[in-house]
């Protein structure tokens, strides 16, 4: 299964208690090269349902793995496994075009 860098995010610009919730759109490029941008629940499904790989690299080449989870109500999004950063790796990300 290829895996994927997740390089940019959209958000909205509505209040939200955890802010990964904002993320509506992920920017990524492939394994292979190819590129793409996809909804947070396309990205979520395919992690979740067809065992796809994400991850958020910085400038030194330090991957974050992207998972998925869920709020207390149920509300699918997708997060940075914790790692030596303490920067939000995927809010941190520049706004796609």
């Known amino acids: 299964m290829m895996a994927i860098r997740i390089t940019c995010i959209n958000k909205d610009n509505g209040f939200h208690e955890n802010p990964n919730l904002a993320i509506t759109?992920?920017?990524?490029?492939?394994?292979?090269?190819?590129?793409?941008k996809s909804?947070?629940?396309?990205?979520?499904?395919?992690?979740?349902?067809?065992k796809g790989e994400?991850?958020?690299?910085?400038?030194?080449?330090?991957?974050?793995?992207?998972?998925?989870a869920e709020t207390y109500n149920g509300t699918q999004y997708l997060k940075t496994e914790a790692d030596?950063?303490?920067?939000?790796?995927?809010?941190?990300?520049?706004?796609c075009n």
């Open 25 to 36: 759109h992920l920017g990524w490029i492939g394994e292979d090269g190819n590129t793409g």
């Open 84 to 95: 030596h950063s303490t920067k939000n790796n995927l809010l941190s990300l520049p706004e």
């Open 39 to 50: 909804t947070r629940l396309e990205i979520y499904n395919w992690i979740k349902n067809k």
């Open 54 to 68: 994400a991850y958020v690299a910085d400038i030194y080449g330090n991957r974050a793995k992207v998972i998925t």
